[in-house]
């Protein structure tokens, strides 16, 4: 007796709307219903209600940017960079925008992130160091500022930081300068000592006149042995004699 075996089946595309469903669910509760294309509510809802899916959908909307850029670091890490290609034709949006969402996650690791700042007040500190992000993050949830406030204050930190580097360089540059013409007056200073002692030393020494007394013949061989020096006969006597006495001494 031959048996038969019935097998259910589902319709495809039930598992993935009901875990949108699910996470939707889990941000707006049951009061309104959500399509693709809209969101319909009942008649007399509460306005505390209608505040609550507010808020929540802030929530959703903050949190699927840390989806997608949890979702784009695992493509890089698992498939290689041109997976950005089939994350554009996934979810619609442009490179940049994707880019953006990624290196945001990357800078933060989910244990760094803070629940009650939005990914827009992540963003807003990127660019400074961990600790620096931290304290930002820290002071913008102890004041509660909004993303454009903690911009303000980042940029006015940053700005003062500018102005103090520039004055110091400035300082920098003065003490250089002022240490330069200080160098160029003892240098000038200098100068004169040196003169003043050589030109003592040249008045200690003792002038003497001595005169020789030359044939015309040995005038004409002496003039010609100066001039192939490039001297003049008395100049050329005179390195004759310092050599003579250099060598005697």
Not at 24 to 47: D, I, R, W, Y
Not at 114 to 136: G, I
């Amino acid at each position: 007796m031959r048996t038969a075996s019935r097998y259910k089946t589902k319709p495809v595309g039930t598992s993935d709307d009901l875990a949108q469903r699910d996470v939707v669910l889990s941000f707006l509760g049951g009061q309104a219903k959500v399509q693709k294309t809209g969101m319909t509510f009942p008649q007399n809802m509460p306005e505390q209600a209608w505040e609550r899916i507010g808020t929540n959908l802030r929530e959703l909307v903050n949190s699927s940017a840390w989806w997608l850029g949890d979702w784009l670091l695992y493509g890089e890490s698992a498939y290689g960079w041109r997976r950005y290609k089939e994350a554009i034709e996934r979810t619609g949006l442009d490179y940049q925008t994707l880019r953006n969402y990624a290196w945001v996650a990357r800078r933060f690791e989910q244990q760094r992130r803070r629940d009650s700042l939005s990914f827009a007040h992540h963003a807003e500190v990127t660019r400074l160091s961990p600790p620096e992000q931290d304290y930002w993050l820290r002071k913008a949830e102890q004041q509660k500022w909004s993303r454009n406030e903690l911009r303000r204050a980042v940029r006015a930190s940053l700005a003062v930081q500018s102005e103090t580097a520039d004055s110091d360089q400035a300082d920098q540059a003065a003490r250089a300068d002022q240490a330069a013409r200080d160098a160029e007056v003892a240098e000038q200073q200098e100068v004169p000592r040196l003169d003043t002692s050589a030109a003592a030393e040249r008045r200690q020494q003792k002038v003497t006149t001595l005169t020789i007394e030359l044939s015309a013949g040995q005038l004409d061989y002496y003039s010609k042995a100066a001039a192939a020096h490039g001297l003049s006969v008395d100049a050329w006597v005179t390195r004759v004699l310092e050599t003579a006495d250099r060598q005697t001494a």
